[in-house]
């Protein structure tokens, strides 16, 4: 310091000094500002420097991930399988083989078959082509158990053969004949315009059940686009009459009364227990409907909120879009908004689903034993008067069961309301089987206490009269002669 004014030179070198301040500060702000005009130029790039042209429907992700790397690389990373939270993951397990009393819940149905917990959207055609549930003709004794609505959750090749059959006619044609055409998981073009990049809908099941309650899809925000996109896919459907029509049963509402009422009145079942002969109805996996009623969905909060966390890279903020449990990401997806630790956050998580599979393991064995006494009430020679009833209390019990099962996010979107509804599925279960104790008795029989042995998922799937072994051949077949010759169709044409 002493150096400065003791110096002759003091107030030059002081001048110098200042100038180079602000020379100094000068340059370090042209720098900031290069680096924000660069940065702002990237984030513009994203749209502006396409590298290709995307007009039409373009199922094959790869040729947007030229213009989007970032989100083609999350994307690309749905094919993982590393990740299991207590719960869910990415990795594909064996549901039936763990919860054997589901055979039975779903004897005479295709679920009886093959179920397994889903992976990512990498697998979507890959895990619909492997199931046992779905069979061509021409292998084996198998007939084409599925009409290509089928497919209807599992392309973006979906919307390009609905644009060039129609809806109508896509729908009710074989599951099998669209084989070569079908070949991309899901991805860019199911969600996104491929000019403005908008989010799109792209399934008419969703458009057509917007209008007939009176609500235009294209008219919603951007937030209710960012789980609308999802809707298309994750909600409760059926397949209407006998063009298999992909239709979404909203039309009193979206609650599991609401949709209970819609399929009685129009007398609607997916198929008649193997067992106890009760119409059944299989729910799907109602994410949206049950995620609105929960606490983040009554907030207005949407599935990209949580599933699609933002990540910086670069100074470039994208979505992340390797959709998969929010768990794996708690600083990303939970942290943005909750102050509560990652291990508090993960064990809210984890409680809310304890308690509910409390009541769901409750369940499944009383839903699985109610059918089977229904059928040895059957073999004891009650008439189908005597069991009306008793069956439409198994149609019921079953179709809450599954509303809050197959929901596989349901315990935690929406805890209270999937509490509620598994809880009647239990007394409905329950109050089955006080009505068979009254018809055995009327019979002069006791209620049966030995049941059959269907502690495992092969012992189950024989006590229906599958054959697995047969399936697992068959398929193994189609696997090898049928399916290379759709991959060899679909690459000559460019389709993959
Ligand atoms: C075109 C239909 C479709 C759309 C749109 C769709 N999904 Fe999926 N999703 C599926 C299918 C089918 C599976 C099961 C894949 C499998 O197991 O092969 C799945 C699986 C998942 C899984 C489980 C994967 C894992 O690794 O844990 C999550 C989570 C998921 N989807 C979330 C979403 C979210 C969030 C959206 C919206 C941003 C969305 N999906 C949009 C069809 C779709
Ligand atoms: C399941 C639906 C879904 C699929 C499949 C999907 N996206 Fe997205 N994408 C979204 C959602 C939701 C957003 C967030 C939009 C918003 O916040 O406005 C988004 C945002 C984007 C954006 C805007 C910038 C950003 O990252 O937020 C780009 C670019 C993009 N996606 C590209 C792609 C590309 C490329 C693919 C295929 C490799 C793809 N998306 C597949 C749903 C999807
Ligand atoms: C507030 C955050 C949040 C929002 C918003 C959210 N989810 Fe989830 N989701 C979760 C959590 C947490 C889980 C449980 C993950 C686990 O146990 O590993 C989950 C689980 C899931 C699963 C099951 C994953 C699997 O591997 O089987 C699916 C599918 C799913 N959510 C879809 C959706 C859809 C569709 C929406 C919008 C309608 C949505 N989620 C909105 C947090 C969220
Ligand atoms: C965009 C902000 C946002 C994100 C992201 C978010 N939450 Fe929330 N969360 C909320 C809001 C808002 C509420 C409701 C608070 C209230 O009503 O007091 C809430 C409520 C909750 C509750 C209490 C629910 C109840 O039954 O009342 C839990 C537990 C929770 N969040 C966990 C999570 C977890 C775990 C994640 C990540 C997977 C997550 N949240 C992501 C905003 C968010």
């Not at 110096?7 to 000068?26: D, E, Q, R």
């Not at 009430?377 to 197959?406: C, H, K, M, S, Y």
């Not at 929406?414 to 008795?441: C, M, N, W």
Request: charged share 25%.
């Amino acid at each position: 310091m002493g150096i400065l004014y003791s110096n002759k030179y003091g107030p030059w070198i002081i001048g110098i000094a200042i100038s180079l301040g602000v020379a100094i500060g000068v340059v370090v702000l042209a720098l900031i500002a290069a680096s924000v005009t660069t940065r702002r130029a990237e984030t513009a790039s994203i749209f502006n420097n396409k590298k290709v042209d995307i007009t039409g429907i373009e199922a094959r992700s790869r040729i947007w991930g030229e213009n989007y790397p970032r989100e083609y690389e999350t994307w690309a990373k749905t094919s993982n399988m590393d990740y299991k939270s207590k719960y869910h993951g990415n990795i594909q397990q064996d549901a039936l083989g763990e919860r054997p009393d589901m055979v039975i819940l779903w004897a005479g149905y295709a679920f009886a078959r093959d179920y397994k917990a889903p992976r990512g959207h990498w697998y979507t055609i890959e895990d619909m082509v492997n199931t046992l549930r779905t069979a061509a003709p021409g292998v084996g004794d198998q007939t084409d158990l599925q009409p290509a609505t089928c497919w209807s959750c599992k392309s973006p090749d979906v919307p390009r053969m609905i644009e060039q059959l129609g809806a109508t006619d896509f729908y009710k044609s074989p599951w099998s004949s669209m084989g070569p055409q079908i070949v991309n998981s899901v991805g860019c073009a199911d969600c996104h315009d491929p000019v403005s990049m908008d989010l799109t809908i792209t399934r008419p099941a969703l458009r057509e059940a917007f209008q007939r309650i009176g609500r235009d899809v294209d008219k919603a925000t951007n937030q209710e686009m960012r789980s609308l996109v999802c809707a298309q896919c994750h909600v409760e459907y059926y397949f209407q009459g006998d063009g298999k029509y992909l239709t979404f049963p909203w039309d009193k509402g979206f609650s599991l009364e609401d949709m209970e009422a819609y399929y009685d009145e129009h007398d609607y079942k997916d198929w008649v227990h193997a067992l106890s002969k009760a119409p059944m109805l299989k729910a799907q996996h109602p994410d949206w409907e049950l995620f609105l009623i929960g606490p983040h969905g009554q907030k207005g909060l949407s599935c990209a909120d949580c599933h699609m966390p933002y990540v910086s890279e670069g100074g470039v903020k994208f979505s992340n879009h390797q959709l998969v449990s929010p768990l794996s990401d708690v600083a990303g997806s939970c942290q943005v908004c909750h102050r509560d630790s990652e291990a508090d956050l993960i064990r809210l998580v984890n409680d809310y689903q304890d308690k509910l599979l409390e009541t769901r393991n409750r369940l499944e064995p009383e839903l699985a034993k109610a059918h089977i006494l229904t059928k040895m009430a059957i073999d004891a020679g009650a008439t189908d008067d005597e069991l009306q009833p008793i069956r439409n209390l198994l149609r019921q019990a079953q179709w809450r069961w599954d509303f809050g099962v197959a929901s596989h996010g349901a315990p935690f979107h929406a805890p209270v309301e999937t509490q509620r509804i598994l809880s009647h599925g239990l007394d409905k279960a329950l109050q089955a089987q006080l009505a068979l104790k009254d018809v055995f008795y009327a019979h002069g029989m006791e209620t049966p206490t030995e049941l059959p042995d269907i502690s495992t998922k092969e012992k189950a799937q024989l006590f229906v009269n599958m054959n697995p072994e047969k399936l697992k051949a068959d398929k193994q077949e189609f696997m090898a002669t049928i399916v290379p010759k759709w991959l060899e169709e679909a690459r000559a044409a460019g389709r993959i």
